[in-house]
């Protein structure tokens, strides 16, 4: 009796794993939006005594659209907008200045129905650790 018992617990385990799986798998699943990609904007400031020069590129799963460059004056903030052709699924924006390089992969926007746009922070050195930083902001509104 007890064997039996053991192998209906190890199929309740077992299927209660697989549900768990089955139920995460959307979680690994691409980027995938009824929305539409209004735009992408992103504040680059510089931190530093002189001028720099910030290099943007937005990746979709189309490939890398154009390279931008903006060169930002000594200690001012610069706001930026990409604007994509209609219907691009973002996939990052990369990022770079001085010898900094960086990919953020574009998160939390996966079952929107509605249009959105997507806000990033670029910092030549962030307050916190004095090092370049590139991030996503969570509010979405356009």
Known sequence: MSDVVGRVQRRHVLLGAATTLFGFSGCIAPFTSDGSLQEVNVELRNTDDGAQTFHLALETESGMLDWESHRVNAGADEPVTI???????????????????????????????????????????HPIDERPQLAQVADIEC
């Open 83 to 125: 604007a994509p052709d209609k219907d691009v699924t973002p996939v990052a924006v990369h990022g770079v200045v001085k010898d900094f390089a960086e990919r953020v992969d574009i998160l939390g926007v996966d079952e929107l129905d509605e249009n959105y746009c997507l806000q990033f922070h670029f910092w030549d050195s």
